[in-house]
């Protein structure tokens, strides 16, 4: 015996719709209360110790006592795609702030905004003269020799590149959710993990540059938001209506809103770069990438190497990730860590916050 | 009562509620224009709504539902999006959020009564354990066949060139305004090419002069000077071309996106067939928004990763980049007539730049290592005469 399936009576439609009204109304006058500062990302003190260009290199402050501070300190890369600040979003749920409670000394690049007279830096620029330059003025100013090196998804295949081109400069390698194998996405019977990748391997992405120069970061945000485009669109600002009378919670969804879309545009020539060599030619793992005119071996990649990777991740697959261990030159000092949790959920989510950082920072203090 | 009157039920209910909804919004709409009250903070409000006297267009409900009486002309969904985007493009964060915020009934209404048409269509076939799929099948191919023509009827509604001119209008218009409503109006009655060799008319009367009048001219389309405007015309040709291909790719991928819509409604529909099984049946509008949001997405998700749909949105999106590198390939013919730097000039300069900060880099590393040996032996003695600044970086990265 089947029943009629939508039983929503006249009352109850007429009390939901006018609840739906009151708590926009509510919303409206919250969120015009509220001023751009309140929603403040990237926050934790810090200094600007160096800057070319595009970028800034940052200095975080220590949170624990001189005596309690790893002797090595971290440099953390973030991607080209999205702001720095997926790495310290808000106080309580920040991967900087959680390693400096580590005692780790963290560095950080931010990338900026490139400008559309930045459109021709490629690949080989940022790997092997920006993050060699961030890497040179660290050792410089420690007097160290090497330098300990964490990368965030496509930044995280910048340090990979980095690292096996300069091994003598870094001590270890910490990656987290790094696309390396581009060919592992797909997924059967998940059409959503790595969708990404499908789409991208057939863009006609030399066209994209000649006709953009700078690739807008609202083009790489709609190709973000195809993963999911109801409920990223329509349904995630539908669900904001029940939080609207918590303050605390309406910022915590208003600073990822403005990390998502504050974004900067991506320089065309390493866009380009990043759809051709890797996504579509795979050169990474082939062997044939070259950046300034030397091969990036993955063989080369003697030091420790901690890859950390999210089990939910739809943009970036596992597969791709821990694709690393078939090619890392030392085997021996290869280490994966899952963690149960999404692509930005890794960085921004609640439980991470205990996982992620305790435990690189942990790993990190065992290297030799 | 049987599942068509149950259905007609709870459509009769939705239409009351929805008017109920409208009309709630519409009385806080007197007090904002006359700006004593309103939306607090809604930008334009003070001043009267903009767009009011022309919004019309009646109201967007479906066929048979029964009308919004009451609403004269006023459309609440279009309101909806104007002050959404309105709002959202105020720039910060939260007003940004309040933009899409605001829209949320409107995406609710449209998401249900999409639902409710479909729903209408199969709940008697379904109750008596008939197939539905095929008349909801031709319900979606219509509603498909709509989406699909939308830029052809757009086209057809549109003088191409026109069309053209106008986005060339948005954009530039302190420098080629008056020189592009020239052209514009040249064209009115003609081929747009005709008009860089001054209208249609006076083309064919040189054209007339040189075969029959004026045997000495035979030949003048050969010059230097008539070939450079044989080549601007060809570039302006060129894009009034990527724009009519854009259309047509618009239309290819809009019909694809259909084909995608339709199997997700028809998907909900079967899902609805199978919580009427189960006997657990949904109770609220927004649990039934979200059943269509989870099986709409999961079906675009599979359609996206198809091979036809992939080369379709290619296609599309080929389109689009070609009429926008055509659209500035002509528009730098005014700039270059006029000494003005084009967009490819800059950018060739930017080129010429980015070469050579290389070859600098490329010399110093030379260097560096030519005077002190390699560089990772001895990072201290590095040379580098960059720019080194202490500040507090905290403020600044917060208002980034």
Not at chain 1, 27 to 33: F, Y
Not at chain 1, 322 to 343: F, R, S
Not at chain 2, 373 to 378: C, F, I, K, L, Q
Request: overall charge negative; charged content about 25%; glycine content about 10%.
């Amino acid at each position: 015996m089947t029943q009629f399936p939508i039983q929503i009576r006249h009352d109850d439609i007429a009390r939901e719709l006018a609840e739906i009204e009151r708590k926009v109304a509510v919303g409206l006058e919250r969120l015009t209360d509220l001023k751009e500062e309140d929603v403040d990302i990237g926050s934790s003190p810090k200094d600007v110790v160096y800057e070319r260009e595009t970028w800034k290199l940052y200095h975080y402050k220590p949170m624990v006592e001189p005596s309690k501070i790893h002797p090595i300190p971290m440099l953390i890369v973030p991607p080209l795609i999205n702001g720095y600040e997926v790495a310290d979003l808000q106080p309580d749920r920040s991967l900087v702030r959680n390693f400096l409670k580590e005692g780790i000394d963290v560095y950080l690049v931010n990338w900026g905004y490139p400008k559309r007279c930045d459109m021709y830096l490629k690949t080989d620029d940022y790997v092997c003269d920006f993050i060699d330059d961030a890497v040179d003025f660290i050792r410089r100013e420690r007097d160290l020799d090497k330098v300990n090196l964490f990368g965030i998804c496509q930044g995280g295949t910048m340090a990979t590149c980095y690292s096996a081109l300069s091994p003598e400069k870094v001590k270890s390698l910490v990656l987290t959710v790094t696309p390396i194998d581009f060919s592992r996405g797909k997924v059967e019977g998940q059409p959503h993990v790595g969708l990404l990748f499908e789409m991208g391997k057939t863009a006609d992405v030399d066209l994209m540059f000649e006709a953009f120069g700078l690739i807008p970061a609202d083009v790489l945000n709609i190709s973000f938001l195809m993963a999911s485009p109801f409920t990223l669109m329509f349904g995630k600002y539908a669900d904001t209506i029940d939080m609207v009378g918590d303050r605390d919670a309406m910022l915590n969804f208003l600073r990822m809103e403005k990390w998502l879309f504050g974004g900067p545009g991506v320089a065309g020539a390493v866009y380009r770069d990043l759809v051709k060599k890797f996504l579509q030619g795979n050169q990474l793992v082939k062997g044939e990438l070259e950046l300034d005119g030397r091969k990036v071996d993955l063989g080369n990649l003697s030091m420790p190497v901690l890859n950390i990777y999210a089990e939910r991740d739809h943009l970036v697959p596992p597969n791709c990730t821990i694709a690393l261990g078939e090619h890392v030159g030392n085997k021996k000092d290869y280490k994966e860590l899952p963690i149960k949790t999404g692509h930005i959920g890794i960085y921004t989510g609640g439980a991470s916050q205990k996982i992620l950082a305790p435990q690189a920072a942990a790993w990190l203090r065992e290297q030799k | 009562m049987d599942w068509a009157e149950q259905t007609n039920d709870v459509i009769k209910h939705w239409t009351d509620a929805q008017k109920e909804l409208w009309s709630s919004w519409m009385r806080m709409m007197p007090g904002a224009s006359a700006g004593t009250g309103g939306w607090p903070g809604m930008p334009g409000m003070g001043g009267g709504w903009p767009g009011m006297g022309g919004m019309g267009g009646g109201w967007p409900g479906m066929p048979g539902m029964g009308g919004m009486g009451g609403m004269g002309g006023f459309d609440p969904s279009q309101w909806l999006k104007t002050m959404g985007e309105s709002w959202a493009g105020q720039g910060s964060s939260a007003q940004r959020v309040a933009g899409n915020l605001v829209q949320t009934p409107d995406m609710l209404v449209r998401s249900m009564n999409l639902l409710m048409k479909a729903w209408q269509v199969v709940a008697p076939k379904i109750e008596e354990g008939k197939p539905w799929q095929p008349d909801l099948q031709k319900v979606m191919q219509e509603w498909q066949q709509r989406l699909a023509e939308l830029p052809e009827r757009a086209s057809a509604t549109t003088n191409e060139f026109t069309e053209l001119t106008k986005t060339l209008f948005e954009k530039w218009t302190p420098i080629t305004g008056p020189w592009m409503q020239m052209v514009a109006q040249a064209t009115a009655s003609g081929h747009p090419g005709a008009a860089f060799m001054g209208g249609t008319a006076p083309m064919t009367r040189i054209l007339g002069f040189e075969e029959g009048l004026f045997p000495m001219l035979t030949g003048v389309s050969d010059l230097p000077r008539a070939t450079v405007v044989r080549q601007k015309m060809g570039k302006m040709l060129e894009a009034v071309d990527a724009f009519g291909d854009l259309r047509k790719a618009q239309a290819a991928f809009h019909k694809k996106m259909g084909e995608a819509m339709g199997t997700a409604v028809e998907r909900t529909m079967d899902h609805l067939a199978k919580v009427a099984e189960k006997g657990e049946p949904i109770t609220s509008v927004r649990d039934l928004i979200r059943t269509w949001f989870t099986v709409a997405d999961k079906t675009l998700n599979e359609a996206f990763t198809s091979q036809n749909f992939l080369e379709t949105q290619d296609d599309m999106i080929r389109a689009l980049l070609t009429y926008k590198v055509k659209q500035r390939d002509a528009l730098e013919i005014i700039y270059d007539a006029m000494d003005i730097p084009t967009r490819t000039n800059l950018d060739e300069a930017y080129k010429d730049i980015q070469e050579l900060k290389r070859e600098v880099r490329r010399l110093r590393r030379e260097l560096g290592q030519v005077s002190h040996g390699a560089v990772a032996e001895s990072p201290g003695k590095k040379a580098a005469a960059k720019k080194v600044s202490k500040e507090p970086a905290g403020k600044e990265a917060a208002t980034s």
